[in-house]
């Protein structure tokens, strides 16, 4: 791989550069913060230093051994170009699982002590570079033993391992002072319920992320655990569905305190919603957390994991962020590959400049939104029969079935006003395009 380019520069919207920002520009102060602190974006170690083009069809289009065989040196060599490679591009978090890292051994003991090798290789990097980890996680879907799943699995001693592995991947988190440990459901869920006991594997999944949650905390780990939902793939239906269906997972098993969601762009459309409704489904729970920021193809019924580039989508997507007030421990990790026949080098610059520039676009318009202030009006107005009287009441609490139906006994030409969705999709296409 080469390594020949410079910094990523800010040059502004005339520029032509390919290899400059048009949008992002770090250092500038947008509502009260600078652009990189409300974006916190993320580099994904599994995509950029280790995809390789394998799909379906097809091998590798591209080269990432470093011209290492597999083993300690190889990753090393990996984390010198990752680090070299966010520094570049001026991105100041990266996520892993255990194994895009580290060599995995023969034993879970092996593999625990090649993580310990490389996290101390990585911790330096941090040291050095100023770099932070956004979140870890372990790779509990890859092996074989994890077909049928890994807290979720029939087999007791592949919860046993997966439990070992969580173990390691919290203390590297800890470690290297990663702010989050993240659980996407890989295996978890199930091909047919005629093999199925949905029940106990429900139960086991929520005895995993608890025992996680009391060894994370008795061991100091102040960060959020993250659950991150997607409604299939590789399993037919996985229980991390959507938000909705992680929130009463949560509440159900008194999860709510430690766990939010890592919202993925791709997964949500795969559950059949938009980004907005699970990013605004998590707000309004109070479990928005972190992102994984990339698009899919909407005529494509897979998580193709596209870096992103709707900007109508990152739009609504910061106006969600920031009606929840921000990142904290979270920020936007691009989940997200270059496409197969994108396969050079400068190819991950450019895609990531994409991204960058597509989320920083979309934090200027969301801003634009609010600041115009129409769109937050029209909402607040349509609701304002809750303002006062008998709304008033109710959103009060001091109605009961047999009081509001005396009220509405009589009530005759109620009036609802029109949605106007028509003149609001023109107002955001004013915003965007002005
Ligand atoms: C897969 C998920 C995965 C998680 C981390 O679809 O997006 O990459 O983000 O395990
Ligand atoms: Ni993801
Ligand atoms: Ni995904």
Redesign the pocket.
């Given at each position: 791989m080469e390594y020949n380019q410079q910094k990523i520069q800010f040059e502004g919207k005339e520029s032509k550069n390919p290899f400059a920002f048009h949008y992002y520009d770090p250092e500038k102060v947008v509502a009260g913060r600078k652009m990189k602190d409300h974006l916190k974006f993320a580099m994904?170690y599994?995509?950029t230093i280790n995809a390789s083009g394998t799909d379906m069809f097809g091998g590798d289009t591209m080269d990432k051994t470093f011209g290492e065989p597999y083993g300690i040196e190889r990753f090393k060599k990996k984390a010198d170009f990752a680090f070299d490679l966010m520094q570049k591009l001026g991105i100041e978090y990266y996520?892993f699982?255990d194994v895009d890292v580290a060599p995995e051994g023969e034993t879970l003991a092996e593999s625990v002590k090649n993580l310990e090798i490389i996290t101390d290789y990585l911790l330096q990097k941090q040291q050095e570079t100023g770099i932070k980890l956004l979140w870890a996680?372990a790779?509990m879907?890859g092996d074989k033993k994890y077909m049928a799943g890994a807290g979720t699995s029939c087999v007791a001693d592949v919860f046993a391992m997966a439990a070992g592995k969580v173990k390691a991947g919290i203390d590297a988190a800890i470690k290297l002072g990663a702010s989050g440990y993240?659980f996407?459901g890989?295996r978890e869920g199930y091909d047919t319920l005629l093999n199925t006991n949905m029940g106990l594997e429900l139960d086991n999944l929520a005895r995993l992320l608890t025992m996680a949650r009391d060894y994370g905390r008795a061991k100091g780990f102040t960060g959020d655990f993250y659950i991150?939902p997607?409604p299939k793939?590789p399993t037919k239906h996985q229980y991390d569905f959507d938000v909705a269906t992680c929130a009463n997972f949560l509440r159900k098993y008194n999860l709510m305190d430690d766990f939010r969601m890592?919202i993925?762009a791709?997964?949500a459309t795969l559950a059949g919603h938009t980004f907005q409704h699970e990013l605004r489904t998590a707000r309004v729970n109070g479990i928005f957390g972190s992102i994984?920021a990339?698009q899919g193809d909407m005529l494509l019924g897979w998580?193709t994991?596209q870096f992103p580039t709707n900007v109508y989508d990152t739009t609504l997507c910061m106006y969600e962020v920031l009606k929840a007030g921000g990142f904290t421990n979270g920020g936007l990790?691009f989940?997200a590959k270059a496409r197969r026949q994108s396969n050079t080098y400068e190819d991950i610059l450019l895609s990531y400049i994409a991204g960058m520039d597509a989320f920083a676009l979309g934090l200027l318009k969301a801003d634009a939104l609010i600041a115009d202030g129409r769109l937050d009006a029209f909402v607040e107005e349509r609701y304002a029969s809750y303002k006062k009287g008998i709304g008033k009441s109710i959103v009060e609490g001091k109605e009961t079935l047999e009081s509001l139906a005396a009220y509405a006994a009589n009530l005759t030409n109620i009036q609802v006003p029109s949605g106007r969705q028509e003149y609001l999709e023109t107002l955001v296409n004013d915003i965007l395009f002005s």
């Open positions: 994904s599994w995509h996520c699982h996680t790779n879907f993240v996407w890989g991150e997607k793939e890592n993925e791709n997964h994984d990339n998580d994991d990790n989940d």
